[in-house]
């Protein structure tokens, strides 16, 4: 494991690169950003040097005006903060288990020549972006309205944006800025996978779908009148587009038939003659429904 530790002495602080998970030093002197998986802090690592080049007499580690270390004696309560390094050219401490609240200034001050020489290091813990909570799926009837949200934390702040999960374009463009997905009137073209994205720059983004699925009365779609042969067999189609899927059922001249042979299937019903006579002739109505409404249509099987 990789440790996190301030080293100095001497009267500059010369930084250098430091990499724990996704760590980066700040282009302003003494800024060192650390990234830190949240809630579960644990990271360790190695950042900030400097030599001493004099004859020091007094050292000392502070976090903000808090006394960390002097010398080999150890102020700090806090058991994730050692000394690693104490000798004339290397004055060295380490966090573990790097937190949030370790974020601040941190200042090497130690005495050579009987002058007073301090040297400083600001510490910036980043949290990866990440969603905390989210619409859970919903379904909702064509023409109603949608109200989604999705909520993120981290460090820095993360922007939140919604988009429409599907390969195909669509047709409504629909992505949105922000916590807050709002959806008037609905209709059945827009029931797509919603996907949150969450991104801060310190990880990869964070993503969670939230499923939207609109209900719908049938809309029968396909009808045809039909030819037919004596002896043969022939088919009649009835399609429908429904939510929820539609229940068929047929009728012979706007009677039901029990003798009629059918076969459903999830958004069409066939109506199968094997062998075709003469009493087969005539019309057909199909009729679809759901618990939103109903549709139906009618055709006609005729001798060729």
Same mark, same amino acid.
């Given at each position: 494991?990789?440790?996190?530790?301030?080293?100095?002495?001497g009267?500059?602080?010369?930084?250098?690169?430091?990499?724990?998970?996704?760590?980066?030093?700040?282009?302003?002197?003494?800024?060192?950003?650390?990234?830190?998986?949240?809630?579960?802090?644990?990271?360790?690592?190695?950042?900030?040097?400097?030599?001493?080049?004099?004859?020091?007499?007094?050292?000392?580690?502070?976090?903000?005006?808090?006394?960390?270390?002097?010398?080999?004696?150890?102020?700090?309560?806090?058991?994730?903060?050692?000394?690693?390094?104490?000798?004339?050219?290397?004055?060295?401490?380490?966090? /573990? @288990? %790097?937190? =949030? $609240?370790?974020?601040? #200034?941190?200042?090497? !001050?130690?005495?050579? +020549?009987?002058?007073?020489? &301090?040297?400083?290091?600001?510490?910036?813990?980043?949290?990866?972006?990440?969603?905390?909570?989210?619409?859970?799926?919903?379904?909702?009837?064509?023409?109603?309205?949608?109200?989604?949200?999705?909520?993120?934390?981290?460090?820095?702040?993360?922007?939140?944006?919604?988009?429409?999960?599907?390969?195909?374009?669509?047709?409504?463009?629909?992505?949105?800025?922000?916590?807050f997905?709002?959806?008037?009137?609905?209709?059945?073209?827009?029931?797509?996978?919603?996907?949150?994205?969450?991104?801060?720059?310190?990880?990869?983004?964070?993503? /969670? @779908? %939230?499923? =939207? $699925?609109?209900?719908? #009365?049938?809309?029968? !779609?396909?009808?045809? +009148?039909?030819?037919?042969? &004596?002896?043969?067999?022939?088919?009649l189609?009835?399609?429908?587009?429904?939510?929820?899927?539609?229940?068929?059922?047929?009728?012979?001249?706007?009677?039901?038939?029990?003798?009629?042979?059918?076969k459903?299937?999830?958004?069409?019903?066939l109506?199968?003659?094997?062998?075709?006579?003469?009493?087969?002739?005539?019309?057909?109505?199909?009729?679809?429904?759901?618990r939103?409404?109903?549709?139906?249509?009618?055709?006609?099987?005729?001798?060729?």
């Amino acid at each position: 494991m990789q440790n996190l530790s301030f080293r100095s002495a001497g009267c500059s602080l010369r930084p250098v690169t430091v990499i724990i998970n996704r760590l980066y030093v700040s282009s302003v002197p003494w800024v060192i950003l650390v990234h830190s998986q949240h809630p579960h802090f644990g990271v360790q690592s190695k950042l900030g040097l400097c030599q001493i080049d004099e004859e020091v007499t007094h050292k000392a580690w502070l976090n903000r005006s808090n006394i960390m270390f002097t010398g080999r004696d150890k102020w700090t309560l806090d058991k994730r903060v050692t000394l690693l390094n104490n000798n004339s050219s290397d004055f060295s401490i380490h966090i /573990s @288990k %790097v937190q =949030v $609240t370790d974020e601040g #200034p941190y200042t090497c !001050t130690f005495q050579a +020549n009987n002058k007073p020489r &301090l040297t400083h290091v600001y510490l910036i813990v980043q949290v990866p972006a990440r969603i905390v909570n989210i619409s859970k799926d919903v379904s909702v009837n064509e023409g109603e309205n949608v109200n989604l949200f999705c909520l993120a934390v981290g460090r820095p702040e993360p922007t939140v944006t919604w988009k429409v999960h599907k390969c195909k374009p669509n047709p409504y463009g629909l992505v949105s800025e922000g916590e807050f997905l709002d959806i008037t009137e609905i209709k059945r073209q827009q029931a797509e996978d919603y996907e949150c994205v969450t991104n801060n720059g310190v990880a990869p983004a964070d993503k /969670s @779908k %939230v499923k =939207v $699925t609109v209900n719908y #009365p049938p809309m029968i !779609t396909d009808v045809k +009148n039909m030819p037919a042969h &004596l002896g043969k067999t022939a088919i009649l189609r009835c399609e429908a587009m429904a939510v929820p899927a539609a229940a068929f059922e047929w009728y012979r001249d706007d009677h039901s038939d029990n003798t009629l042979r059918i076969k459903n299937e999830k958004t069409r019903s066939l109506l199968l003659f094997t062998n075709v006579t003469e009493k087969h002739f005539g019309n057909y109505t199909c009729f679809a429904s759901n618990r939103l409404g109903a549709s139906n249509a009618s055709m006609l099987l005729f001798r060729k």
